[in-house]
């Protein structure tokens, strides 16, 4: 097979993914490739499953699914800030290409 890269500049940005994330035999396309969508948005984009599931081309039990097997796989973490009387305000993933700098991270904020 012979592979054709695009050209990387301005007009085109590109997104920089771990191969150890891309090369996991633990995890299917599927979640692959939602990782690699999800890390192609800026740092600070939020993210709805339907809006996903629209854009991806892929029924919402589908993202779901992908986002479990990113969780049980190290790659997702599904956060749930608490207020002052230990409520949950709302929930959050937290998704990274990276096991050991999302294990970090989850040091880092004691999750």
């Known amino acids: 097979m012979k592979i054709i890269r695009s050209k990387k500049d301005k007009q085109n940005p590109c997104v920089q993914i771990s191969i150890k994330m891309?090369?996991?035999?633990?995890?299917?396309?599927k979640t692959k490739g939602f990782i690699a969508y999800c890390l192609s948005k800026t740092d600070d984009w939020t993210f709805y499953v339907e809006q996903l599931a629209l854009v991806l081309k892929e029924k919402k039990s589908a993202i779901y699914s992908a986002?479990?097997?990113?969780?049980?796989?190290?790659y997702c973490i599904k956060h749930q800030p608490r207020d002052d009387k230990g409520r949950v305000i709302s929930f959050e993933y937290i998704i990274s290409d990276s096991k050991e700098e999302l294990q970090r991270f989850r040091d880092e904020l004691k999750i």
């Open 67 to 74: 986002i479990q097997e990113a969780i049980s796989n190290g």
């Open 22 to 29: 891309l090369d996991d035999s633990n995890i299917s396309l």
